[in-house]
């Protein structure tokens, strides 16, 4: 009985060991610095539109007046402190409670809860969207190992 153990074991070790060679090592390279080419400027173009309307039959001689934009100031919204913790899910439900702390003081919110203004628009596992004054910003998940 131990020579049949013998004779199997060593039979498994061949098949093992053939199957499974050994790793190669891992050659390292040298890194070196990158320089880029030097690109040409691209080639641009414009349209000349004076053809014939084909529904009005007359011609397009007016230019097109392009339209002054005037600059948007928007205010600066200050958003509170936010710190996204973690998430606890139900194991019968797809509801999440989020652990989401407001300026130092932490709450349980679900999805469309508001608390001090803060209001949880939209969440994962990684990270949940909140709207503060209608303002939505994104904040990931803390002491997150990538």
Do not use: C
Request: a positive charge.
């Amino acid at each position: 009985m131990g020579l049949v153990l013998v004779i199997w074991g060593i039979i498994g070790y061949k098949l093992i060991s053939a199957f499974s060679p050994d790793p190669e090592p891992v050659a390292f390279m040298e890194t070196t610095n990158f320089k880029s080419k030097n690109r040409a400027q691209k080639d641009t173009f414009s349209l000349l539109v004076n053809y014939r309307d084909p529904f009005l039959g007359t011609w397009n001689t007016s230019q097109p007046k392009k339209k002054q934009v005037a600059p948007v100031k928007k205010e600066s919204i200050e958003f509170p402190k936010i710190i996204y913790t973690g998430l606890v899910s139900g194991a019968h439900t797809k509801d999440h409670i989020y652990f989401v702390t407001i300026e130092g003081s932490q709450y349980l919110m679900k999805r469309g809860t508001q608390q001090n203004g803060v209001t949880l628009v939209s969440g994962t596992s990684k990270n949940i969207r909140v709207a503060y004054k209608g303002v939505v910003k994104t904040v990931t998940l803390a002491n997150e190992i990538p």
